[in-house]
């Protein structure tokens, strides 16, 4: 599950169809759902490094600040607005 939302998430955003501040809205039905997600990423394992690709399409989406390479680095990126 986490490469197939990885990757959905990285051909949106290659695609301009997200926008760096509401693409957890345009791509997670609910905050569940990204709570559950961001489960996924901790349980990945620090272990687990970012592909090229994924890696790109977070900085395309404005998260050049966060220099981090595994799955569990980029959990905070996902947390849902209150």
């Known amino acids: 599950?986490?490469?197939?939302?990885?990757?959905?998430?990285?051909?949106?955003?290659?695609?301009?169809?997200?926008?760096?501040?509401?693409?957890?809205?345009?791509i997670f039905a609910g905050k569940e759902d990204v709570r559950a997600f961001r489960h996924v990423l901790r349980e990945a394992g620090g272990d687990r490094w970012l592909t090229d690709r994924h890696h790109n399409a977070r900085r395309k989406l404005g998260n050049a600040e966060f220099d981090v390479t595994t799955y569990v680095g980029i959990t905070a990126l996902f947390d849902p607005a209150e």
Do not use: F, H, P, T
Not at 7 to 12: E, F, G, P, T, V
């Open 1 to 26: 599950g986490l490469s197939w939302v990885m990757d959905n998430l990285a051909a949106a955003a290659e695609a301009g169809r997200l926008e760096a501040d509401k693409y957890i809205e345009q």
